[in-house]
């Protein structure tokens, strides 16, 4: 009995006759005569036991399994583009591929600089993701991990970078702001996804939460609705005292450091193109411990 599985041809077959509508423009898309575009639709619906084409005045339109076989056909043509083009920037870039899970506010702060450092020593393609979880670096969507605070996944392997120092920001336009008027003044804060922070749970407990003016799930936002005039707002200190605009209303309290850690998964660890990125953020890290430690104002 003969194998009812298409062959990828005829999958291509079938897509390119629902693209032309007719068996003459068809053939001309594949090569083929129409009489042998036509045998080979025959032989796909026997293969199958379904009509695939309504065939009229009209043209060639797909039947509802048609239209299914079709759709598969195009996933599978995207999925071959896809592969080919990782293929070419493999082979583009012979270090490899390396692929960072990264939280945006460090993408606003010291990472570029020290990526475009890495970049100059490694010749690979770099694929930076924006990402506040490890679920991506355990799944294997990630070959490397910067990531502050939390309990880290035994599956995981890595290095203590620093502590990330924070501490309370006001925008120069709101003149001089002094730490007893934390009461009389609008606060920017963080919504659900970051209120597990130290610093959003101080404010809440200071009573302060009734007077946050605009809450967001990113400390960017934050930065940059603070340094608006909005209102007060807790940011890292790596944002804060880098930006002219903003100044300390109060030194970063000890209790609201976060450790920062550089994770990946240990079958990695060892791999050339992955062992100079753990190296080169670890090293170029060093002369920026005062920044973000908070010891840099």
Same mark, same amino acid.
Not at 16 to 33: E, P, T, V, W
Not at 111 to 130: D, G, M, N, T
Not at 145 to 161: D, F, H, K, M, Q
């Given at each position: 009995?003969?194998?009812?599985?298409?062959?990828?041809?005829?999958?291509?077959?079938?897509?390119?006759? !629902?693209?032309? +509508? &007719? *068996?003459?423009?068809?053939?001309?898309?594949?090569?083929?005569? =129409?009489?042998? @575009?036509?045998?080979? $639709?025959?032989?796909?619906?026997?293969?199958?036991?379904?009509?695939?084409?309504?065939?009229?005045?009209?043209?060639?339109?797909?039947?509802?399994?048609?239209?299914?076989?079709?759709?598969?056909?195009?996933?599978?043509?995207?999925?071959?583009?896809?592969?080919?083009?990782?293929?070419?920037?493999?082979? !583009?870039?012979? +270090? &490899? *591929?390396?692929?960072?899970?990264?939280?945006?506010?460090?993408? =606003?702060?010291? @990472?570029?600089?020290? $990526?475009?450092?890495?970049?100059?020593?490694?010749?690979?393609?770099?694929?930076?993701?924006?990402?506040?979880?490890?679920?991506?670096?355990?799944?294997?969507?990630?070959?490397?991990?910067?990531?502050?605070?939390?309990?880290?996944?035994?599956?995981?392997?890595?290095?203590?970078?620093?502590?990330?120092?924070?501490?309370?920001?006001?925008?120069?336009?709101?003149?001089?702001?002094?730490?007893?008027?934390?009461?009389? @003044?609008?606060?920017?804060?963080?919504?659900?996804?970051?209120?597990?922070?130290?610093?959003?749970?101080?404010?809440?407990?200071?009573?302060?939460?009734?007077?946050?003016?605009?809450?967001?799930?990113?400390?960017?936002?934050?930065?940059?609705?603070?340094?608006?005039?909005?209102?007060?707002?807790?940011?890292?200190?790596?944002?804060?005292?880098?930006?002219?605009?903003?100044?300390?209303?109060?030194?970063?309290?000890?209790?609201?450091?976060?450790?920062?850690?550089?994770?990946?998964?240990?079958?990695?660890?060892?791999?050339?193109?992955?062992?100079?990125?753990?190296?080169?953020?670890?090293?170029?890290?060093?002369?920026?411990?005062?920044?973000?430690?908070?010891?840099?104002?």
């Amino acid at each position: 009995m003969k194998d009812p599985t298409l062959a990828w041809d005829d999958l291509r077959m079938l897509a390119q006759l !629902a693209k032309a +509508g &007719g *068996l003459d423009a068809g053939a001309r898309q594949l090569g083929i005569s =129409s009489a042998t @575009l036509y045998r080979r $639709l025959q032989s796909a619906e026997r293969q199958l036991g379904v009509r695939l084409f309504e065939r009229g005045r009209a043209g060639y339109r797909p039947t509802s399994a048609g239209q299914e076989v079709v759709a598969l056909a195009q996933r599978m043509a995207q999925d071959v583009q896809t592969l080919t083009h990782k293929v070419r920037s493999r082979q !583009a870039w012979p +270090g &490899g *591929l390396v692929r960072l899970s990264v939280g945006d506010t460090w993408m =606003s702060g010291p @990472l570029p600089a020290l $990526l475009a450092a890495y970049r100059s020593r490694a010749q690979v393609q770099l694929q930076v993701c924006s990402s506040s979880t490890l679920t991506d670096l355990e799944h294997g969507d990630a070959d490397v991990a910067l990531r502050t605070g939390g309990v880290l996944p035994e599956s995981l392997v890595g290095r203590r970078l620093a502590w990330v120092a924070s501490t309370v920001y006001a925008s120069k336009r709101l003149g001089g702001v002094q730490a007893d008027q934390l009461d009389t @003044l609008p606060w920017v804060g963080v919504d659900e996804a970051l209120a597990h922070l130290d610093s959003a749970r101080w404010l809440e407990q200071q009573g302060l939460g009734q007077q946050v003016c605009i809450r967001t799930n990113s400390l960017v936002h934050v930065h940059q609705f603070v340094r608006q005039g909005l209102g007060l707002g807790a940011i890292p200190c790596f944002l804060g005292d880098t930006d002219p605009e903003l100044r300390r209303v109060f030194d970063p309290p000890r209790h609201w450091r976060s450790e920062l850690w550089l994770l990946t998964r240990p079958e990695l660890r060892r791999v050339p193109r992955i062992r100079l990125l753990l190296d080169a953020l670890y090293e170029g890290s060093r002369p920026l411990l005062d920044l973000i430690e908070g010891r840099g104002a």
